[in-house]
C-alpha cells in the first residue's frame, strides 16, 4: 500500500527511509527577499549575489526528502533588484535554491506581476532553465493547457500539484499571460481533472488568508472545504507569513495546513 508522508518544513525531525512504498514530502513557505536582505547577500570581492548562507541550516532537511516544494514570492526579473513593494530578486537566489534540493516552484501569488508581463515571463524562463518545474503562472492559454494541473513522478508515486492566489495586489495580467487564482469553480474544475490523470495524491497550495494573523480565515476555511470536497489529499497555505494550525482529517486523510509563514 502507497502512502505519502508530508512533512512542514521546522516540524520535520528525521528523514524517512526510501522504499517504494512511501513517499516524503517537505513544504516550505513564502521565499522572499527585502532590500536589506540583498545587500547581504552581495559579495563586493567577487561582484556577485550568494544566498547559500540563507538556507545553509535548512539544507540538510531539504536534500533528506523525495520531493521538496516551495512557494516563490518574488519575480526573477532582473535588474534594478528590489524588495516591497514590488520584487526582483536575483538570479543566484535560484541558484541557492537549486543548490539547497527545492524540486517544486509555485509561483501564484500577490507578487506575480510586481515586474508586468516581462518579469512574470523572465521568471518561467529561469525556472526553465534550471530545469525546476513549477506551476501557477503561465505565459498562455496553451502553456497552461499542457502543464496544469502540474504532475511529478518520483520512485513510482504520481503527484498532482495545483497553486492559486487571492490576488495581485491590483496589478493587472496582461494577456496572454495567466495568474491562477482562487475561484472556487474553477479550482472544482482543476481537481476532476486532476482526478481524471489518476494521481496518488492532489496537492493544492493556495496563497491565501490574512497576513500576520495566526488562526485561518473563513475564506481560507471555505477554499479548503472545496479543494477537499473536489478531491484534494493536502492543502498548504501561504502568504499570511506567520504559522497557522494544521488540521488532519484523519478519518478522510486529509491534512490542511493553514498557512507555513
Request: aromatic share 8%; glycine share 6%.
Amino acid at each position: 500500500m502507497k502512502s505519502v508522508l508530508a512533512l512542514v518544513l521546522f516540524t520535520a525531525s528525521t528523514a524517512i527511509a526510501q522504499d517504494t512504498t512511501r513517499l516524503s514530502l517537505l513544504f516550505m513557505g513564502d521565499i522572499m527577499q527585502h532590500d536589506s536582505q540583498i545587500a547581504d547577500a552581495y559579495d563586493e570581492s567577487t561582484g556577485a549575489y550568494n544566498y547559500d548562507p540563507c538556507f545553509q541550516y535548512i539544507k540538510p532537511y531539504v536534500e533528506a526528502v523525495d520531493v521538496a516544494i516551495g512557494n516563490l514570492e518574488v519575480t526573477l526579473a532582473g535588474k534594478p533588484y528590489k524588495g516591497y513593494p514590488q520584487f526582483s530578486a536575483p538570479d543566484e537566489l535560484l541558484v541557492a535554491l537549486k543548490k539547497m534540493g527545492l524540486d517544486v516552484i509555485v509561483t501564484a501569488n500577490n507578487h506575480s506581476v510586481d515586474r508586468g508581463k516581462p518579469g512574470l515571463e523572465r521568471t518561467i524562463d529561469m525556472l526553465d532553465s534550471f530545469k525546476i518545474v513549477h506551476t501557477g503562472t503561465f505565459k498562455t492559454a496553451a502553456e497552461k493547457q499542457r502543464d496544469h494541473p502540474l504532475i511529478v513522478e518520483r520512485l513510482g508515486f504520481r503527484l498532482a500539484i495545483l497553486n492559486y492566489t487571492y490576488g495581485t495586489n491590483g496589478l493587472p495580467v496582461k494577456a496572454p499571460n495567466i495568474v491562477n487564482m482562487l475561484d472556487t469553480a474553477a479550482i472544482a474544475a482543476d481537481l476532476r481533472l486532476a482526478k481524471s490523470l489518476n494521481p496518488d495524491a492532489i496537492i493544492v497550495f493556495p496563497h491565501w488568508g490574512i497576513e500576520y494573523q495566526s488562526l485561518p480565515s473563513k475564506d481560507q476555511k471555505r477554499v479548503a472545504d472545496v479543494c477537499f470536497k473536489y478531491g484534494a489529499h493536502l492543502v498548504i497555505g501561504s502568504h499570511p507569513h506567520v504559522l497557522q494550525p494544521m488540521e488532519w482529517r484523519k478519518d478522510k486523510n486529509q491534512l490542511v495546513a493553514w498557512s507555513l509563514g
